[in-house]
């Protein structure tokens, strides 16, 4: 009798412990199968720089005139104002470029080369959305030689 109660609490917490039914070995696989191991979050790769992105555009079409002393000239710097779809909607020349443009007739032409290329390159792409804000509004800095290519 001792051996049947003590067998009976046995298979009684077996099934409370294990959820197996009457008569199954504590040693059984569960059929369930192995437990899935989560896959390993892919590591976003790093953004390009949104000045590398517009520069590696402007650069295709970035062709500075040859002038006397163009190596000489310092950088044209532009203001310029895009919509969301990336269009030049706006496009001057900043403070020190102003002053340079009245002063120096080559750094005219190279000031006008500058602008027709990026109104040229317009609309700029792969720009992201989300961060119109930070690009509607650009400062670029076009040296009076060619830029590398991307």
Known sequence: MKTILH???????????????VGASPFEVDQAGPVP???PVAK????????????NQIARCWVPPQTE???????????ASLD???NV?????NKESKADFQKKPAFRKIAFAAILAVKQCSPFHDLP????AKWKQLQLKLESKPMPSP
């Open 84 to 86: 969301r779809k990336g």
């Open 37 to 39: 191991v989560p896959e």
């Open 89 to 93: 909607v706006a496009i001057a020349l």
């Open 44 to 55: 976003p790769q790093p953004a390009i720089p949104l000045e590398d992105i517009i520069m």
């Open 7 to 21: 067998s009976f609490i046995c298979v009684t917490i077996m099934i409370i412990l294990c959820g197996k039914t």
């Open 69 to 79: 002393n163009s190596a000489q000239m310092p950088p044209v710097v532009l203001d």
């Open 129 to 132: 959305e989300f961060e119109y």
